[in-house]
């Protein structure tokens, strides 16, 4: 069946970067968008931008540009967020979430991974 | 960015009760609005694609309305597996946003 797979929960310092991976299976994989959504304890949903594996193009929110990164790596059908210079405030539940195109919606998501940033 | 408002933020509702969550977007989006249920500690789920279509799978009791800058949400009939928060969406633009959020809690 379509599953979207993360990676385990991280704890950073600030200041660092870290890197979650979305393994993608039951599915083909450069057919799809992939989009990343963090969400920080007790609030709503964020975009933070989407990835197209195809043809390899990327668009990121505003508030994360300089800061984020999404790849991938078609061998293994997995995608990859890092966001760098980590703050307290980016401590949240990241999620990767598939959309059939640039303006479908996002119909099968990651279970999501808890990235903690603390002194 | 395309700002979506969701209100209200929060709500209390009975099992069998008739609810509508409304979302508004700071421009016209079309019918490019989406909806999702959330519960706590678990990833958001599609419930309604394109303002008004039902995802496969979604109760009939979920139906969506809308389009240009005003959209809503409603349920039927509240369930208790619908105690949950509900995110509203567009990806009209290139840089998509989601509304607040709606917690529907138990009277």
């Known amino acids: 069946q379509v599953q979207l797979v993360q990676s385990g929960a991280e704890v950073k310092k600030p200041g660092a970067s870290v890197k979650v991976s979305c393994k993608a299976s039951?599915?083909?994989?450069?057919?799809?968008?992939m989009h990343w959504v963090r969400q920080a304890p007790g609030q709503g949903l964020e975009w933070m931008g989407l990835?197209?594996?195809?043809?390899?193009?990327?668009n990121y929110a505003q508030k994360f540009l300089g800061r984020v990164t999404m790849t991938w790596d078609t061998s293994t059908s997995t995608l990859y967020m890092e966001l760098s210079s980590l703050r307290s405030e980016d401590t949240a539940v990241f999620y990767c979430?598939?959309?059939?195109?640039?303006?479908?919606?996002?119909?099968?998501w990651g279970q999501g991974t808890t990235v903690t940033v603390s002194s | 960015d395309i700002q979506m408002t969701q209100s209200p933020s929060s709500l209390s509702a009975s099992v069998g009760d008739r609810v509508t969550i409304t979302c508004r977007a700071s421009q016209s989006i079309s019918n490019y609005l989406n909806w999702y249920q959330q519960k706590p500690g678990k990833a958001p789920k599609l419930l309604i694609f394109a303002a008004s279509s039902l995802q496969s799978g979604v109760p009939s009791r979920f139906s969506g309305s809308g389009s240009g800058t005003d959209f809503t949400l409603t349920i039927s009939s509240l369930q208790p597996e619908d105690f949950a928060s509900y995110h509203c969406?567009?990806?009209?633009?290139?840089?998509?946003?989601f509304g607040q959020g709606t917690k529907v809690e138990i009277k």
């Open positions: 990835i197209n594996p195809s043809y390899g193009s990327t």
């Open positions: 969406q567009q990806s009209y633009s290139t840089t998509w946003t």
């Open positions: 039951g599915y083909t994989f450069t057919n799809y968008y």
């Open positions: 979430a598939r959309a059939p195109s640039s303006t479908s919606p996002m119909d099968v």
